[in-house]
């Protein structure tokens, strides 16, 4: 039985645009597209929140320039609660995320000491909209700590067209 997520329209908006940036042959059904790029982010997210919340920062970085942060608790706490201007304007939808889905992104909501599901998906789209334009700019994403592995390759497979 899916339970029901509330997005921000801004999140919404933002969650069409990367799939339409991957591709996503969803039943060209915008809900559909939003619901299979919601699910990615809310995965991906739920994998490095442990991390992040015991104090890891992931860092980005390319050949020109050194690391930056890229996600640390303090910045995905304030991503999270950040409201754009035109959210209190256009209102919210509500989309279906299936059980074990909708209990990932509870658990990003506890983990970050979140008010609402509704800013536990904004965070996991924003963050994975930043991962994905910084992987398409040829950017690389790692933890802060050399022993820790960050998994981005499902991301960039489906930015990167594959040669043959």
Known sequence: ???????????????????????????ARPN????????????????????????????????????????SKSSAVATA???????????????????RDAEALASIRRAFHLSSDKQAAGLALRVYAGLADGLRRGNGF?????????DTDKVREKILPQTP
Do not use: C
Not at 87 to 99: A, E, F, Q, R, S
Not at 142 to 150: I, M, R, T, V
């Open 1 to 27: 039985m899916p339970k029901s997520v509330t997005l921000r329209k801004s999140d919404y908006v933002r969650a069409l645009d990367l799939a339409e940036q991957f591709n996503l042959k969803a039943a």
């Open 32 to 71: 559909r597209k939003v619901k299979a790029v919601l699910k990615e982010a809310v995965a991906f997210m739920a994998e490095v929140t442990p991390a992040v919340v015991k104090g890891e920062v992931i860092e980005t970085g390319s050949a020109w320039h050194g690391p930056d942060e890229f996600l």
């Open 81 to 99: 609660r950040q409201g754009e201007r035109a959210d209190y304007l256009t209102g919210t939808v509500d989309i279906g995320l299936p059980k």
């Open 142 to 150: 790692s933890y802060a700590n050399p022993q820790a592995k960050l």
